[in-house]
């Protein structure tokens, strides 16, 4: 579209554009990091130049490789797990312990506690029973995607006894990688790229979980020290 606009007008708005862009990135990082700060403070005691290297570290080690290996969709395996996929995951997980575990009428008062305008009642049956059937079917829909989303001839072959092919969209065949295999079964000759698509598709998989499961490691680590510091 910039380039439509003139040379000199259209690179002008282009740097103009992307430069705004590049400094709201920076900025929401920055946003980002206040958590990770405050929770090493709280929990370890360390002070903002130790919180703050720490998070520059880890936003280097997860950012790098996006940039290095950009051309194999290391970016794409970020945005698609931890941008489209947890959203749903952790909705769901989210909305299952406060209605379920931590209790509908538990969080209802919490809601409600000191609040000028009350939540209508109708919400309170909403959020127990309504949003995670609605986020359930939802990922389930995502999970078994059948062949060209086509759910009324996916559920007449289940009927009749048949399975049906997952569409290359579903979170079954992403995680099996069987659509980087069909493309690379229509394109045999660039073999080579899609071979390394899917080591680095796995290795960015890889580097998302052992982030969860560090950050897994200590929130449990530090809920311990808050129990070992009552007792």
Known sequence: MFQQWGAVFGAIAGISWFGLLFFAGITSSLAMGTPWMGFMKDEFGWNKVKGAISFGLIALAMGLPT????????FDEYDYWAGTVSLVVFALLEI???GW??????GWAELNR???????????FIIKYVTPVLLILVFIGALVTPQGNDWSGALATLLEGNGFTFDSSSLISKITQEDVKEQLLLNPDKADFFEKKMLFTNLARTQLLLLFLGITVLVWYSTLNRKRKTL
Do not use: C, E
Not at 68 to 74: E, K
């Open 114 to 124: 000191g609040a000028d305008i009350r939540i209508p009642s109708i919400y309170k």
């Open 96 to 98: 299952i312990l406060f």
């Open 67 to 74: 940039v290095l290996f950009y051309q194999y969709g290391y």
């Open 101 to 106: 575990v931590f209790g509908i009428d538990r």
